[in-house]
């Protein structure tokens, strides 16, 4: 339900004309809720930056999805690779 | 990775059974970037039920879950967030250890000092995540916040799920 609850309140926050970009950890809710951006992370529930104690890790998921602000072919989801 | 298969029987159920389409955002917003992120406000929305202390906890017992939100002031120090998502579906121990991994303030805090972006708004915001009836949310709260947010100024939300 968490990612069902972020897509609602990413679009509540993109109609007043804020960029917009949302982890997600679960692809199947993400495709039917369309938030605007998301980058889809391989972690279980739970762990939406990775690991915890894993600065590096973190930055690397944060720089993956805020590459994605300027793109405007919306919804979108992108794949964190690593 | 996360995938219905990984959850147990219960919620899997559920997630099956749950009306997702029915909230289907239609249409998509779409308000990209149009600055440099390194001149841009940003704030942090995390539905991972974290408050600051001494704001009251989320309501674990509403059954279509709390649409209510609380405001994190940037000022705050992480670790003393605490943590009120009613949902079993997931391992609550990462966000115990440390909440940048739902919440990931430290880390923005690394990227404005380092000038990768132009500053973190002076609030953020959290909800909890475990909303079965989502329209108190869509209707009301969400654009709250939303509405706060333009007025802040800010120029980029980064959302994290729990």
């Known amino acids: 339900m968490c990612n069902q609850t972020v897509g609602l309140v990413q679009a509540a926050i993109e109609r007043e004309g804020i960029a917009t970009v949302s982890i997600t950890l679960l692809r199947e809710v993400a495709e039917v809720i369309r938030p605007p951006r998301s980058l889809f992370v391989p972690y279980p529930l739970g762990f939406p930056l990775g690991e915890p104690g894993n600065p590096s890790l973190q930055h690397r998921i944060i720089a993956a999805a805020l590459a994605l602000l300027e793109r405007d072919a919306v919804p979108l989801i992108e794949d964190f690779t690593g | ?162």
């Not at chain 2, 390194?38 to 974290?50: E, P, W, Y």
């Not at chain 2, 120090?77 to 605490?82: A, D, P």
């Not at chain 2, 009120?84 to 997931?90: A, E, K, L």
């Not at chain 2, 909303?131 to 980029?156: F, K, N, S, Y």
Request: charge should be positive; aromatic fraction near 8%; include cysteine.
């Open chain 2, 1 to 162: 990775m996360a995938n219905y298969a990984e959850m147990s029987l219960y919620v899997r159920l559920f997630m099956k059974k749950y009306p997702f389409s029915k909230f289907r955002i239609e249409p998509v917003p779409n308000s990209p970037l149009r600055k440099p992120l390194s001149t841009s406000t940003v704030a942090l929305v995390t539905t991972a039920g974290l408050c600051p202390p001494g704001q009251p906890p989320f309501n674990q017992k509403l059954k279509m879950g709390d649409p209510s939100w609380r405001e994190i002031p940037n000022g705050v120090e992480t670790r003393t967030l605490i943590e009120s998502h009613r949902s079993q579906s997931f391992d609550h121990r990462g966000i115990e250890a440390d909440r940048n991994v739902a919440f990931p303030l430290d880390r923005f805090r690394e990227l404005e000092a380092a000038g990768q972006i132009g500053r973190l708004n002076h609030r953020h915001f959290s909800f909890m995540g475990s909303i079965i009836g989502p329209r108190p949310l869509i209707e009301q709260t969400a654009p709250e916040v939303a509405r706060l947010l333009r007025a802040d100024g800010v120029d980029v939300a980064f959302l994290t799920p729990l």
